[in-house]
């Protein structure tokens, strides 16, 4: 049988989808020599897209790929392997947080092997944006989004931009001001979705939803609005837009279900359909759980759905567009003086933003760890991409002023720490970073809070969820001030747990108050006494009182709104 008609009679396997066979036909009639790039692309991707496919089957995909690129490097094929390369390298990272630097090295290598051949290909940018993300490389992934930008790319542009903008809060380049004169250049690129005007009338309830693309897997934003839909108004009329798929509902999709009037999955409705979904149940406040963030739904907010639209929680700065009216905030994460670097106008909710509703666990008063081994254990467990390079040259003095320290590392979703793991390596201390795999379970998560002295906050990109997990566990957290809504998260939640002197100022009194209580344990036990008595106490868990401030804020809106 030639070559041409082996490759022929693996196109209608490949096309039904008949992987399994593909592969096996593959591996048993193609010899050493016949392995080329098209042979090998073809065998990675049916890998890739194989039903129950596994950790060995994406390395073996990766080899495919890697070698069809190797093997010729010039041509289309070979850089469709290497885009693939790229995606099943990240689809690894995702699977087991693992990328070493030797394979670090070698994919930045390859990219810029290929960018200096070809100058700029947006598919393989697009790869690349994935894969950096992955691999926490904030700065570098920031050029690969802006010149994605800069050429005007056609896949998923308007993704590509919220990725931006969001990406920027994880770093100290943009001031508010950036923030807010960015989103004034892309609102009018943003598709308007025609609707016809929208007719009030009254009701014995006001019709509010929630839109959300995280309503399963004990995701965090299901924390904060669990106890908020109990405590709900009587004169509102709750209602959920769920976009995760129906396959990935879970328990913590079943708890929200039974908590509101009505749930709607909207995974399978585009925006136009979403927002005439919306207009034909007459909603008449739609607040957004997302921002920035998941598939692109606030674009339905560049348009007028519905009478009132508010951002709130899942996005902790400015949206901007035409149509974002309200942002919900406190008065310690945006100040009077600042609000007009924020274009929605601001809804200051009284002590707090949002109410933690607490852990379904049994709370016990964990003892000082160091008192047992006499090593003095550090602990972040924030989403590595919030490990900023500032953070680690902050991270890594502390470090050398504690004697017998250490630092323990864990991402909340899968993230390689290999561009920070050179970062502490550069300041001499990675024999003190201990990087944990991310939990397969909540209780094996929260039960490593035991181990922990201190808990550092990340910035500029503060931890939320994170914070109020280690309060519940009497863990305290060092937080640093920060210069706008999202970096003042930490700031906010620590305040209203009648925590503040855990607040920085700045980076060298961050350094100070951490070093102080590593060299004051009495005082570090009175503050761990303090939050397990009373830190259920405040603002920060009280979420009955924050449910009456949130529903009495939002009905005063709603009715003063013109």
């Not at 852990?359 to 991409?385: A, K, M, V």
Request: proline share 1%; net charge positive; hydrophobic share 35%.
């Amino acid at each position: 049988m030639t070559f041409e008609k082996k490759i022929n009679d693996l196109i209608p396997l490949f096309n039904n989808k008949q992987y399994g066979k593909l592969i096996f036909e593959i591996e048993s009639n193609f010899d050493e020599k016949e392995m080329n790039s098209q042979v090998l692309l073809i065998l990675g991707l049916a890998r890739m897209r194989s039903l129950g496919r596994k950790l060995k089957d994406i390395l073996l995909a990766a080899q495919n790929f890697k070698q069809g690129y190797t093997l010729d490097k010039k041509s289309k094929i070979g850089l469709e392997c290497l885009r693939y390369y790229f995606y099943s390298v990240s689809e690894k990272v995702e699977l087991d947080n693992t990328l070493s630097p030797t394979e670090y090295a070698e994919v930045k290598k390859f990219f810029f092997e290929a960018k200096s051949m070809l100058n700029y290909d947006e598919k393989l940018y697009h790869a690349m944006s994935l894969l950096s993300f992955k691999s926490t490389n904030v700065e570098f992934r920031q050029e690969i989004l802006k010149k994605l930008i800069d050429k005007n790319c056609s896949k998923e542009k308007n993704l590509i931009i919220f990725e931006y903008i969001y990406n920027n809060n994880y770093r100290y380049n943009w001031s508010q001001r950036d923030f807010f004169n960015f989103t004034d250049t892309i609102k009018e690129k943003l598709p308007h979705i025609k609707l016809s005007k929208i007719e009030v009338t009254k009701k014995k309830k006001f019709k509010i939803g929630f839109v959300s693309s995280n309503m399963g897997g004990n995701h965090s934003v299901t924390y904060f609005i669990k106890d908020l839909l109990d405590y709900k108004n009587e004169n509102f009329e709750t209602h959920i837009f769920s976009d995760i798929d129906e396959k990935r509902e879970d328990d913590t999709t079943k708890i929200i279900k039974a908590k509101v009037d009505f749930f709607h999955n909207i995974s399978s409705k585009n925006n136009s359909e979403f927002a005439s979904f919306l207009r034909s149940i007459d909603i008449d406040i739609l607040i957004d759980l997302n921002g920035y963030v998941g598939k692109g739904r606030i674009e339905i907010f560049n348009s007028r759905v519905c009478k009132l639209q508010i951002s709130w929680l899942g996005y902790n700065n400015t949206i901007g567009l035409n149509h974002s009216d309200y942002l919900i905030a406190d008065k310690n994460l945006i100040f009077e003086k600042e609000k007009d670097l924020y274009r929605e106008k601001i809804i200051y909710l009284n002590e707090i933003w949002s109410s933690h509703s607490g852990l379904n666990i049994e709370r016990n008063y964990n003892q000082l760890p160091s008192q047992i081994s006499d090593i003095f254990t550090l602990g972040s467990f924030n989403n590595y991409s919030k490990i900023s390079d500032d953070t680690v040259e902050v991270w890594s003095e502390i470090l050398k002023k504690i004697d017998n320290s250490r630092l323990v590392l864990k991402s909340s979703v899968s993230h390689s720490e290999i561009h920070f793991i050179k970062l502490f390596e550069k300041k001499g201390v990675l024999n003190k970073v201990i990087f944990k795999n991310r939990s397969k379970n909540f209780e094996d998560h929260i039960k490593l809070y035991k181990d922990i002295d201190l808990c550092l906050d990340t910035f500029p990109y503060t931890g939320v969820t994170t914070t109020c997990e280690a309060l519940w566990m009497n863990v305290p957290v060092i937080s640093l001030a920060g210069f706008n809504f999202n970096s003042r998260c930490g700031e906010s939640i620590l305040i209203n747990s009648d925590l503040k002197d855990l607040v920085a100022k700045n980076k060298d009194d961050y350094i100070s108050k951490v070093v102080s209580l590593a060299n004051d344990t009495n005082k570090l036990k009175k503050i761990r006494k303090f939050i397990f008595e009373e830190v259920l106490k405040t603002n920060t868990f009280n979420t009955k009182k924050f449910a009456a401030n949130f529903w009495k804020s939002i009905l005063d809106t709603y009715t003063n709104h013109k």
